[in-house]
Nanobody, 120 residues
Framework: QVKLVESGGGLVQAGESLRLSCVAS????????MAWYRQAPGKQRDLVAA???????SYPDVMKGRFAISRDSAKNTIYLQINSLEPEDTAVYLCNAIDYKNPAGRTDYWGQGTQVTVSS
């Protein structure tokens, strides 16, 4: 069982930046994919950024530009840098890890999330 703990959210003004952190309970290089999602009230959960175990990064087209995912393997931590925050970025940001090597098949792990609120 992989535990993920997010931090770094808060209340910020439009135009500011935040860096979110997600600490994993095991070596992140052993996890096939780590990603950030966000979910606003009443809306679906959307992928923000993903990184595979080799360090390859991908962003959905709508997320390109202001978001940057990175990792520190020594700290078992991934980060999400969000620049030029907009009120529309207000959401719970969740860390996700995928393990394809589990004998039971693809296994997803989720953190509790960290709230980001952007005031105009």
């Amino acid at each position: 069982q992989v535990k993920l703990v997010e931090s770094g959210g808060g209340l910020v003004q439009a135009g500011e930046s935040l860096r979110l952190s997600c600490v994993a309970s095991e070596t992140i290089s052993s996890l096939d994919i780590m990603a950030w999602y966000r979910q606003a009230p009443g809306k679906q959960r959307d992928l923000v950024a993903a990184m595979d175990s080799h360090g390859s990064i991908s962003y959905p087209d709508v997320m390109k530009g202001r978001f940057a995912i990175s990792r520190d393997s020594a700290k078992n931590t991934i980060y999400l840098q969000i620049n030029s925050l907009e009120p529309e970025d207000t959401a719970v940001y969740l860390c996700n890890a995928i393990d394809y090597k589990n004998p039971a098949g693809r296994t997803d792990y989720w953190g509790q999330g960290t709230q980001v609120t952007v005031s105009s």
